[in-house]
Structure formats: structure tokens, C-alpha cells
């Protein structure tokens, strides 16, 4: 059974910082490439960031500067860390593991940004 579950989520002023981690199990956690989303009331789904089994980064535009994707595949964990938070990052957000055609998704973690 392969779960993905997500921590960190909360509340913070505008500017201040926030760690997401999610923890993977049941999966060969090493070999996926695993994403942060986000969907804010009202919105579409969007990237965040992603990082491969070979720990190739992208993200997207909105966050690039501010928010650090990572993984430890000793501990099956990826990491958003999330800095110079905005009001506009506020979100519900989701972490995925993606390899062919499995595609997992974790039940998601609330971030509000206060202005």
C-alpha cells in the first residue's frame, strides 16, 4: 500500500518560512520523481516543484528564488522548503511520486500566509 504523507503545513506572516516534508512508503522511493503542488480555492492544480530519481530540479516560476526542493532517499522523505513566503502562496499542498505510469498522490497540507 503506498502512502504519502505530507507535514509542515500552517499558518505564517508574509515573509517568514515553512518546511514541507512528505514521507513515502510502499513505493521504491528512489526511483520516482517526486513533486510538490498546490491548489488555492477557486484555482487549478499547479507545479510547484519537482525533483527526479536523479535529482534534476525544476520549478516554477513563482517560486523559483524562494522555495528549495530536496530529497533523502535514506529516509524515503522529500523536503519543500519554502522562504520570503506571499499571501499568494497560500494553498493546499499536495506532494506526488511519479515514475511511467504510477502516479501517487499524498492527502495534502494547508499553508496560509498571512499579509
Known amino acids: 500500500q503506498v502512502q504519502l504523507v505530507e507535514s509542515g503545513g500552517g499558518l505564517v506572516q508574509a515573509g517568514g518560512s515553512l518546511r514541507l516534508s512528505c514521507a513515502a512508503s510502499?513505493?521504491?522511493?528512489?526511483?520516482?520523481?517526486m513533486g510538490w503542488y498546490r491548489q488555492a480555492p477557486g484555482k487549478q492544480l499547479e507545479m510547484v516543484a519537482t525533483?527526479?530519481?536523479?535529482?534534476?530540479?525544476n520549478y516554477a516560476d513563482s517560486v523559483k528564488g524562494r522555495f528549495t526542493n530536496s530529497r533523502d532517499n535514506a529516509k524515503n522523505t522529500v523536503y519543500l522548503q519554502m522562504n520570503s513566503l506571499k499571501p499568494e502562496d497560500t494553498s493546499v499542498y499536495y506532494c506526488?511520486?511519479?515514475?511511467?505510469?504510477?502516479?501517487?498522490w499524498g492527502q495534502g497540507t494547508q499553508v496560509t500566509v498571512s499579509s
Open positions: 506526488n511520486a511519479f515514475r511511467r505510469t504510477a502516479n501517487f
Open positions: 510502499g513505493i521504491i522511493f528512489s526511483i520516482f520523481t
Open positions: 525533483i527526479t530519481s536523479g535529482s534534476v530540479i
